[in-house]
């Protein structure tokens, strides 16, 4: 997959896939964007002090800019350059989580142009678990403000292959860095003046560990409206083109048997259904699996030519709950 490494005029942009940190380094530097690996979800990168990149990376993903964006830096020290104050739960949440799928959200210093945090006064900072993306991070001078990089509204991509089928033609370069070892978006903690902690998005690490390490249950927050505090959190989101129900999959199957079907199950199989139509999130029945599998196969079931994929929901413990609000969100609500 590796092509030549010149600087292609846009409307001939076809995407690089390859490993080249200085390459990638070099185009960020530009002003560039490029999408990089994390252990959640492959992230779409540009420079977040440069309004300009941060401007294409919402053209490119056609994202609406009251949404905004989350900034990479390689260690939480570095944070200290970015926000005025760090709360002494928020240091005890980074001493255990970071790096790792935990992004806080802390005022922000003028540095951080408004476009990035759509005009709050919090800036959301990420430390991502990913050694190509950690290297590259540390030989930048400014954090990543870095979206999931797929189009606006559909399955956040977890392979450099996810990431090329829906912007190949949109940005130079993807930094392959494998599958991502999580496979869900990080979890989203704000803190407000009493240091109680708000969860505005389930994501890789479960509410109970947060519990576990700050012995503080977090207020929840994660509201589904149109204009919502963390857009991420809209109703519609992570959709598939086919539309897809949450339910009991036997049932449904009953109900929906004159339509071609696709079944995605936690870990069994179901009678009546073609098992190449049939996807199993996790044989073991482990939500760490199932979560790393999710995007993956509902990209896989959205390729295959069947009318609607029917699936269910998971436990509601750990990671399971982060599992369900991603599926209660890509299901189909007359769109
Ligand atoms: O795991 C992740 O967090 C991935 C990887 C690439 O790091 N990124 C990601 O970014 O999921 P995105 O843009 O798809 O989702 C970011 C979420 C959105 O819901 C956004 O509204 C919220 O974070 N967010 C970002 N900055 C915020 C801020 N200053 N205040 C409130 N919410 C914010
Ligand atoms: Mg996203």
Known sequence: MQRKKTLLPVHTM??????????????????????????TVYGLAGNALNEDAVVKIFTVKNRPQFNPLIIHIPSFDVAQKYVTAVPEIAKTLARHFLPGPLTLLLPKKEVIPDIVTAGSKNVAIRVPDHILTRELLSQLDFPLAAPSAN?????????????????????????DGGECMVGLESTIIG??????????????????????????TPVIKTNESDL??????????????TPLYLGNISEMILEYKEKKIAVIS?????????????????????????????????RKTDDLNVDIILTERLPDEGLGRAINDRLGRAQHINK
């Not at 996810?162 to 190949?168: E, I, K, T």
């Open 228 to 241: 919502p505090d963390t857009p991420g959190q809209l109703k519609s989101h992570y959709a598939t083109d």
């Open 14 to 39: 076809q995407a690089i896939i390859g490993t080249d940190i200085s390459y990638a380094k070099l185009l960020l530097q530009k002003g560039e964007l490029v999408a990089i690996p994390t252990e």
């Open 151 to 175: 189009s606006f509204g559909y399955v956040s991509p977890t392979s450099a292959k996810h990431v090329y089928d829906g912007l190949n033609d949109k940005i130079p370069y993807i930094l």
């Open 266 to 298: 936690f870990h069994e199989h179901f009678e009546g259904i073609d098992i190449n139509n049939q996807f199993i999130l996790s044989p073991s029945g482990s939500l760490e699996e199932a979560a790393k599998n999710l995007f993956k196969v509902l």
């Open 191 to 216: 803190f407000d003046e009493n240091e109680n902690l708000i969860l505005y998005r389930t994501g890789g690490i479960s509410i109970e560990d947060i519990e576990k390490v700050t012995g503080v």
